[in-house]
């Protein structure tokens, strides 16, 4: 008998350009046809439902989804493949790219797409349910939800950072503290602040609280940062940490999250997450442990440094992709043979 052939599905966000647009397939076209791996490319379109688009090809008997673009298109991926064994494969061509940063996975196309070929490890990561729709990086709302809504796609564009520190100043001066329960694992906290931030990828926690506590991706838990009354003296120092990359960001309360968090306020404060405005508050967010399996390389395939959650799953073995066919039936139940 031939050797089985897997089947990828490969949703590519075309907007880094027409050269990175071309250089990701071209490696496609390099690894996988030696891998013997074949692939379908999703170019995205505005206004695609991307995690519905997954859900529909998973039906369809896809061994593999491999996400090709910045930290949305993971995040619209990651939504369509939660609660699923089929693994993620993740080229990265955005600006932040921060869950692969988080990850280890390689920042060059070329090795990225040889990583996926490669048969490597996997590790198994958090996610974040709100309604129907999972997300990875985070959660926040009041403040910086506010600022993204300020923010036009145009200026973004245009002015690439720029346009945040403008939002950012104009948002200033009329924010205020707002009075706000957070609720976290059923028991509810009350303060008076200007925002609260749910944290799920250790990356980009770090840059926002640099002097906080260590988070990763794969821990089994939310970070919660309640952000607490502000002075006209704060701001300039803000405007400079966003310019030079420098944050400094001042926390009244941080909390930890082993099941969901609730956020409710006075009066409506906007929501983003993910980089996206979702709604307003009241909200509720689920903890997803172990919610999606991430292709990463092998010195990231075991949960990082401080001690590894007991009863997780961390680093898996992955077979060569001849065999991944069969992994798959396994994992949904079915039987391997002999």
Not at 134 to 159: D, E, W
Not at 299 to 327: C, D, M, Y
Request: with cysteine; net charge positive; charged share 20%.
């Amino acid at each position: 008998m031939g050797q089985t052939v897997m089947k990828a599905f490969v949703v590519l966000n075309p907007a880094a350009g027409q050269e990175i647009h071309q250089s990701v397939r071209e490696a496609l076209a390099e690894h996988f046809g030696p891998s013997r791996i074949e692939y379908e490319v999703h170019e995205t379109r505005k206004g695609d439902k991307i995690g519905e688009i997954v859900r529909a090809r998973l039906r369809d008997g896809i061994d593999l989804v491999v996400a090709a673009g910045g930290d949305g298109t993971v995040s619209d991926v990651i939504d369509g493949l939660t609660g699923s064994p089929i693994p993620l494969g993740i080229i990265p061509t955005g600006t932040g790219n921060l869950v692969a940063r988080d990850l280890g996975i390689p920042n060059e196309i070329d090795e990225a797409v040889g990583l996926i070929a490669g048969a490597p490890r996997s590790r198994k990561i958090d996610a974040m349910r709100i309604g129907e729709r999972v997300f990875v990086l985070n959660i926040s709302a009041g403040y910086s939800a506010s600022v993204i809504s300020g923010t036009t796609q145009g200026n973004k564009h245009r002015f690439g950072r720029i346009a945040y520190v403008w939002a950012m100043v104009s948002k200033m001066f009329t924010s205020r503290p707002r009075g706000l329960v957070v609720t976290v694992d059923g028991i509810g906290h009350e303060y008076r602040a200007f925002e609260v931030a749910i944290m799920n990828c250790g990356m980009l926690a770090k840059m926002l609280y640099p002097k906080g506590p260590e988070i990763r991706i794969d821990d089994g838990r939310l970070d919660v940062f309640v952000l607490g009354m502000r002075t006209i003296r704060d701001y300039p120092r803000d405007i400079f940490g966003i310019l030079t990359g420098r944050h400094a960001i001042r926390v009244s309360r941080y909390l930890k999250a082993n099941r969901g968090v609730a956020i409710r306020s006075d009066v409506p404060l906007p929501v983003q997450a993910d980089g996206d405005i979702i709604g307003t508050t009241p909200i509720e967010v689920e903890l997803l442990p172990g919610a999606v399996t991430v292709l990463v390389p092998e010195e990231h395939s075991t949960a990082l440094s401080r001690g590894v959650v007991p009863g997780r799953s961390i680093g898996v073995r992955l077979p060569s992709f001849s065999g991944l066919a069969t992994l798959r039936k396994v994992a949904c139940g079915g039987s391997s043979g002999s």
